[in-house]
């Protein structure tokens, strides 16, 4: 699309708008892959055109496991999104990140069970490359965006992906840390897999909102405490944003945007008609 936005933000728990956009539009997508969780909201911050996208819909009706995560992702391409930052709400698994503190994680680990983590089936076969599944350039730029604010950051540290919605147990959460995992989320696995086929570039900004379970002389990790971090947290995320529109370029620099060239391993001709439409604004290029 012409004048497509520079960013794309997908709001996770306790963020669900951006306040301060102009000349607000809203899209309502349907896609190969069925529905996004709602409207996608462009507009403009800084004199940048930015979308914004709540993970979990209007009013958080979706739970970690319900997002549809292609339709999400397929969707922000469709607007011409090539960089995506995620809000997402964590736990630590680690003393020194504690609640309150931002991270910006450059690992990840899949725990999840039964998402749908490719764009790519019917007769379509993509081995895609991920041994660094966030954008370090984007992260980069995340990482420096929160420093100017008051929050407390971090930068690194693995990420682990459950399957939800429930939290984990003592057990799990004790696994987690032996594995040397920092954070525990829910939404980021599949969805940086995907943008990542999507050859988007894609970081996270991860709220720290407990400890999970695993810290003796903390209570356990109940929703009203990862509300109340989250409230507090929401204008550190959206002052972020707001330094990120100053300083962001549209230009990449990074190996994101060519992730598919070499990841195609089905033959051309054994593509069927219809995958081949389906998937044309992620691979036509390649298909030529």
Known sequence: MEDKPFLAIIGGSGLYQMPGLENVQSYDLTTPFGKPSGPILTGYLQGKKLAFLARHGEGHRFSPSEVNYQANIYALKVLGVEQIISISAVGSLREDYAPGDLVVPDGLFDFTRSRKRTFFEGN????????????????????????????????????????????????????????????????????????????????????????????????????????????????????AIRNLAKTLSPERTCTCSHALANAIITQREFIPPETRQRLDILIGKYLA
């Open 124 to 239: 379509c076969v993509v081995h895609i490359s991920v041994p660094d599944p966030f954008c370090n350039r984007l992260s980069e730029h995340v990482f420096q965006a929160i420093k100017q604010t008051a929050a407390t950051v971090h930068r690194g540290g693995t990420l682990i992906t459950i399957e939800g919605p429930r939290f984990s147990t003592k057990s799990e959460s004790n696994v987690f840390r032996s594995w040397g995992m920092s954070l525990i989320g829910m939404t980021t696995s599949p969805e940086a897999f995907l943008a990542r086929e999507a050859e988007m570039c894609y970081a996270v900004m991860a709220h720290v909102t407990d400890y999970d379970v695993w810290h003796v002389s903390e209570s356990p990790v109940t929703v009203e405490q990862v509300i109340q971090v989250l409230n507090r947290n929401t204008s550190i995320a959206q002052e």
